[in-house]
């Protein structure tokens, strides 16, 4: 490693280590607890991961562990999400529907649309709804930051993107442990249950916790719904752009992120459909895939882990009952809408 490469690192080691050891708690916490409770209580490692940091807020919130939890949850993530591809075929992906797709699409315009309703009824500036809307819609924190840039400047807009930020990841976190069991209850399958997680939830990485704690057919079909919803953060973000303009308002220039992980995933999904099926690649590539695989759990881990000990509640407590009361409003208003989709589809 070079000097300069060592000078780079050496800020993630504190956090990254803290991450790495509560993910190593929860992955032998998840069978003792198990077994110390008779099989009565089975949470899987990503859950336990997750609860585990956010018991542990109070000390990761020193800047010592900043730098190494931000690149848990915003770099390696991606990582291990790219290579999510490998577990996935077309056929997977051409499985979901037509109808499906109608789903996601509607329920995400619509949710957009209820934020700006919901703001103007509670007295709160459109632009707030349009964050909450698109958060809501298509990919929590990562939407937020992407249509800020697209909007009106006014005087509440840093605050409002700021705690539009927060809410999408501990809103996500709540609602990642209370969808799964909300599919029992609903009597949903595998495939409809993947779906479910995949168009409602907010961040990638709450969809990527809830769905393979659940099962890995289960998380395989998240993450395409979701990875659904990530590729349409351009479009969205443009589309709120113009309809402020259209508005009269000022709107400010587009700068979307290109969603590199998920050009990866998609890329990975290819050579999963293509290698099982050359005989003479087919041993190698399942020794090489099984590695890869292997890795990916261990990342997606360490970054569950890395969200715990971010995530403050005690921050949610101080914001405005209005802001509080449209997020939850557009997150009822997806989930109603997906759900219901998905029971006509």
């Known amino acids: 490693m070079t000097l300069s490469a060592t000078a780079t690192a050496r800020p993630l080691m504190p956090g990254m280590a803290l991450a790495c050891a509560v993910a190593v708690v929860a992955v032998f916490a998840e069978p003792a607890l198990k077994q110390a409770t008779g099989g009565r209580i089975a949470l899987p490692g990503m859950v336990i991961a997750l609860i585990i940091g956010i018991m542990l807020h109070g000390l990761a919130a020193r800047p010592l562990f900043e730098p190494g939890l931000t690149f848990a949850v915003k770099k390696l993530l991606r990582w291990a999400i790219g290579l999510l591809g490998l577990r996935i075929a077309f056929g997977d992906i051409l499985g979901l529907g037509v109808g499906t797709l109608v789903v996601v699409v509607a329920s995400m315009a619509a949710t957009i649309a209820a934020g700006i309703w919901l703001a103007r009824r509670f007295g709160v500036a459109d632009g707030y709804g349009a964050l909450a809307g698109a958060s809501t819609a298509v990919c929590g924190a990562s939407a937020a930051l992407a249509t800020t840039t697209v909007l009106p400047n006014y005087p509440q807009k840093a605050a409002d993107t700021a705690f539009t930020v927060v809410a999408a990841n501990a809103?996500?976190?709540?609602?990642?442990?209370?969808?799964?069991?909300?599919?029992?209850?609903?009597?949903?399958?595998?495939?409809?249950?993947?779906?479910?997680?995949?168009?409602?939830?907010?961040?990638?990485?709450?969809?990527?916790?809830?769905?393979?704690?659940?099962?890995?057919?289960?998380?395989?079909?998240?993450?395409?719904?979701?990875?659904?919803?990530?590729?349409?953060?351009?479009?969205?973000?443009?589309?709120?752009?113009?309809?402020?303009?259209?508005?009269?308002?000022?709107?400010?220039?587009?700068?979307?992120?290109?969603?590199?992980?998920?050009?990866?995933?998609?890329?990975?999904?290819?050579?999963?459909?293509?290698?099982?099926?050359?005989?003479?690649?087919?041993?190698?590539?399942?020794?090489?895939?099984?590695?890869?695989?292997?890795v990916s759990n261990a990342g997606l881990l360490i970054a569950i882990a890395a969200l715990g000990l971010g995530t403050s509640i005690t921050a949610i407590l101080t914001i405005g009952w209005r802001h509080v009361a449209i997020f939850l409003g557009t997150t009822l208003v997806i989930l109603g809408l997906v759900v219901g989709g998905i029971l006509i589809t």
């Open 171 to 294: 809103l996500s976190t709540l609602v990642m442990l209370a969808y799964p069991p909300l599919a029992v209850l609903l009597g949903f399958d595998a495939t409809k249950t993947g779906i479910l997680l995949g168009a409602t939830i907010h961040d990638m990485a709450q969809v990527v916790g809830a769905g393979y704690a659940v099962s890995e057919p289960v998380g395989n079909t998240a993450v395409v719904v979701k990875l659904f919803r990530v590729f349409l953060l351009l479009p969205v973000v443009l589309a709120i752009g113009w309809w402020f303009l259209r508005q009269g308002e000022q709107a400010q220039e587009a700068r979307v992120p290109v969603p590199v992980f998920a050009l990866v995933f998609l890329a990975l999904v290819v050579v999963n459909s293509i290698l099982p099926g050359i005989p003479a690649l087919a041993g190698s590539y399942a020794l090489v895939k099984g590695w890869l695989v292997s």
